[in-house]
């Protein structure tokens, strides 16, 4: 895999060493390319990075899987076949258990502006660093991280309690999303995200861990699946976003706190215009008859949460650094009063 990328990245050297502007860098992400948080980000957040650097560094955001599939965006950053990445940190749980953990804590924090803050004010950051050092060998620097929704789960049948996840066949990805569904009963199936909408339609799942409820509505699942649980019961999915250690480094000072600054407010923003766009969506098909949205009372949630916590301690026994990760955002929780013990 790594003389795979190795050499696809001096295709890419070959490439660009003639192209016109030498501060654009290419950016994978792992938004599809009609999802709204894609169109949103491409058109309004980034024309602002050349404002913010007064035209010295711009960024071109690519859709999931472009250039390589998302889980090994990792190992294409460290190998300089990408600039960097905008990645679900979801993808990278079987590389190492500590990345299912900051990934997501499924039922873990009540809302993005929380996990946010951990990256952007608490340890994320810092241990999210010390993650992708450990596998990447320091070649790959974090920028920023945290999430920017909460997901809502597409079922094709209803799924109105907790006891209702016993049995069904739930698409997730491999990691702790997987052990918590499976924990709680039903039964995770990993397929990749651009066989959703085919799996759904034929049955082969019966709800998918998809994204946020207005990717939903823009990729048609609901179509399939009209038995959403809104507002979401388990996936809070972190984001990262990276850049080769060299590239990032031969940035000024300035600037590399200008790309920090421009990512946190950008998902800041997507976070509000996100819900804003899930409510709005929500309440057009709750009012529509063909699509029923079911939101879960608190004593299902709280359930769910207990078998999650659950799932956290065992993922964090499977190494030091997935333990180091647990230990920071418990810590976390705690402090701002989502734990008490």
Not at 2 to 21: C, E, N, P, Q, T
Not at 166 to 179: D, N, T, Y
């Given at each position: 895999?790594?003389?795979?990328?190795?050499?696809?990245?001096?295709?890419?050297?070959?490439?660009?060493?003639?192209?016109?502007?030498?501060?654009?860098?290419?950016?994978?992400?792992?938004?599809?390319?009609?999802?709204?948080?894609?169109?949103?980000?491409?058109e309004n957040w980034l024309p602002?990075?050349?404002?913010?650097?007064?035209?010295?560094?711009?960024?071109?955001?690519?859709?999931?899987?472009?250039?390589?599939?998302?889980?090994?965006?990792?190992?294409?950053?460290?190998?300089?076949?990408?600039?960097?990445?905008?990645?679900?940190?979801?993808?990278?749980?079987?590389?190492?258990?500590?990345?299912?953990?900051?990934?997501?804590?499924?039922?873990?924090?009540?809302?993005?502006?929380?996990?946010?803050?951990?990256?952007?004010?608490?340890?994320?950051?810092?241990?999210?660093?010390?993650?992708?050092?450990?596998?990447?060998?320091?070649?790959?620097?974090?920028?920023?991280?945290?999430?920017?929704?909460?997901?809502?789960?597409?079922?094709?049948?209803?799924?109105?309690?907790?006891?209702?996840?016993?049995?069904?066949?739930?698409?997730?990805?491999?990691?702790?999303?997987?052990?918590?569904?499976?924990?709680?009963?039903?039964?995770?199936?990993?397929?990749?995200?651009?066989?959703?909408?085919?799996?759904?339609?034929?049955?082969?799942?019966?709800?998918?861990?998809?994204?946020?409820?207005?990717?939903?509505?823009?990729?048609?699942?609901?179509?399939?699946?009209?038995?959403?649980?809104?507002?979401?019961?388990?996936?809070?999915?972190?984001?990262?976003?990276?850049?080769?250690?060299?590239?990032?480094?031969?940035?000024?000072?300035?600037?590399?706190?200008?790309?920090?600054?421009?990512?946190?407010?950008?998902?800041?923003?997507?976070?509000?215009?996100?819900?804003?766009?899930?409510?709005?969506?929500?309440?057009?098909?709750?009012?529509?008859?063909?699509?029923?949205?079911?939101?879960?009372?608190?004593?299902?949630?709280?359930?769910?949460?207990?078998?999650?916590?659950a799932e956290w301690l065992k993922?964090?026994?499977?190494?030091?650094?997935?333990?180091?990760?647990?230990?920071?955002?418990?810590?976390?929780?705690?402090?701002?009063?989502?734990l008490k013990n």
């Amino acid at each position: 895999m790594r003389l795979k990328y190795a050499l696809l990245a001096g295709i890419a050297v070959a490439g660009f060493s003639s192209a016109a502007h030498a501060a654009d860098y290419s950016i994978q992400s792992s938004f599809n390319a009609g999802d709204f948080s894609m169109q949103y980000l491409t058109e309004n957040w980034l024309p602002k990075i050349s404002e913010m650097t007064d035209g010295r560094v711009e960024i071109t955001l690519t859709p999931n899987a472009s250039v390589v599939p998302a889980k090994d965006t990792i190992e294409a950053v460290s190998a300089g076949v990408l600039d960097g990445d905008f990645t679900s940190v979801n993808y990278f749980s079987g590389i190492e258990p500590a990345f299912a953990i900051m990934a997501d804590l499924i039922s873990g924090y009540d809302t993005p502006a929380q996990m946010l803050n951990f990256c952007k004010e608490d340890r994320g950051e810092e241990i999210q660093q010390k993650i992708l050092d450990d596998v990447t060998g320091g070649e790959v620097k974090l920028i920023a991280c945290g999430p920017y929704s909460r997901e809502s789960l597409p079922a094709r049948t209803p799924i109105r309690t907790f006891e209702d996840l016993k049995g069904k066949k739930i698409r997730a990805p491999e990691g702790l999303a997987s052990a918590v569904f499976a924990a709680a009963g039903a039964s995770p199936v990993s397929i990749p995200f651009s066989e959703v909408y085919g799996a759904l339609e034929k049955g082969i799942v019966d709800a998918a861990d998809a994204s946020a409820y207005v990717n939903n509505v823009a990729t048609g699942l609901h179509d399939v699946a009209p038995f959403p649980l809104y507002p979401g019961i388990h996936s809070m999915p972190l984001m990262q976003f990276t850049m080769k250690k060299e590239k990032w480094e031969e940035l000024s000072p300035e600037d590399q706190t200008a790309l920090r600054d421009w990512w946190y407010a950008a998902m800041e923003d997507l976070t509000k215009v996100v819900d804003q766009q899930d409510q709005e969506k929500a309440k057009v098909d709750a009012a529509g008859g063909k699509i029923e949205v079911i939101d879960w009372a608190q004593e299902d949630r709280d359930q769910l949460r207990e078998v999650a916590r659950a799932e956290w301690l065992k993922f964090a026994e499977k190494s030091e650094l997935a333990q180091e990760a647990l230990d920071a955002n418990l810590a976390y929780m705690k402090k701002i009063g989502l734990l008490k013990n």
